[in-house]
């Protein structure tokens, strides 16, 4: 996967990671978009709201890179 510095990170737009507020998961290219869905449940500090519009983002990136996904719907919070 590419990694993003903290220099790259900080000029991404905002609608590039899955969630924007707190600029977590981008969705930058396709190894982003399978990291972003490998990693979505261990996000803290969000709000369902805010999860579920991540994973709409997530959704949108996976179809975009043709990302396959098992399943689209959300994953149930461990």
Same mark, same amino acid.
């Given at each position: 996967?590419?990694?993003?510095?903290?220099?790259?990170?900080?000029?991404?737009?905002?609608?590039?990671?899955?969630?924007?507020k707190e600029r977590k998961e981008?969705?930058?290219?396709?190894?982003?978009?399978?990291?972003?869905?490998?990693?979505?449940? #261990?996000?803290?500090?969000?709000?369902?709201?805010?999860?579920?519009?991540?994973?709409?983002?997530?959704?949108?990136?996976?179809?975009?890179?043709?990302?396959?996904?098992?399943?689209?719907? #959300?994953?149930?919070?461990?």
């Amino acid at each position: 996967m590419a990694k993003l510095d903290a220099d790259d990170r900080n000029h991404l737009d905002e609608g590039k990671f899955a969630f924007p507020k707190e600029r977590k998961e981008p969705l930058e290219n396709a190894s982003h978009v399978r990291n972003a869905i490998a990693r979505f449940n #261990q996000v803290k500090d969000v709000t369902e709201a805010e999860r579920a519009a991540a994973w709409k983002r997530i959704t949108a990136a996976a179809k975009k890179f043709d990302v396959e996904m098992e399943d689209d719907r #959300q994953p149930d919070k461990k």
